[in-house]
């Protein structure tokens, strides 16, 4: 029998061609092991969230939680159910206009998500420092409002999956808020 002669190049190509497949099925499996742990941090913080028993109990979740659970360096919360509104942060609960959460919920997509200079006005002193931010629009029978998550460094945008999992969170948020009075 007589060996089998190989061109050089040809070997070379379907070397590197072998190479780039790998690169991508390691990128595939990074890429699969981030969006599980992004469902899991979700599913974590709609538990957390189920067990407040009123406002302000959610309120303490979103705020003090929620950071650790999504990895974000701050949340804050908005709620009106048309008669009352609240807003929570990291400075607390407190009662505010219910004009003021209407306007600002209308303007928003169910969730926007995006690098920015400052952040939304609802980080308070805070929004200097956000440098992306995730906005969940909450939409109720009742009331309407929105959480605003946010980082200081700019991550990459996280697409379609990671817009409907916010999206699943703020419809979870919204079905518990109805329960309740905004007080």
């Not at 060996?3 to 890429?31: C, H, K, T, W």
């Amino acid at each position: 029998m007589n060996p089998i002669e190989y061109d050089g190049g040809a070997l070379n190509s379907l070397r590197q061609r072998v190479a780039e497949v790998e690169e991508m099925n390691e990128d595939l499996v990074a890429f699969a092991r981030g969006q599980s742990s992004a469902v899991a941090a979700i599913h974590d913080a709609v538990l957390a969230a189920l067990a407040a028993r009123s406002p302000e109990a959610l309120g303490m979740v979103v705020t003090c939680r929620w950071p650790m659970l999504l990895k974000v360096d701050e949340a804050a919360l908005f709620w009106s159910d048309g008669t009352a509104a609240f807003h929570a942060d990291a400075n607390g609960f407190r009662a505010v206009e219910s004009r003021l959460v209407a306007r600002m919920a209308d303007h928003l997509r169910p969730v926007t998500m995006r690098a920015v200079g400052r952040g939304h006005p609802v980080f308070g002193a805070q929004a200097a420092e956000m440098r992306s931010e995730a906005l969940i629009r909450l939409d109720g029978v009742a009331g309407c409002g929105l959480i605003a998550l946010g980082q200081r460094r700019a991550p990459a945008a996280e697409g379609l999956h990671g817009a409907r999992l916010l999206r699943f969170l703020g419809r979870s948020v919204s079905h518990m808020l109805e329960q309740w009075p905004a007080r």
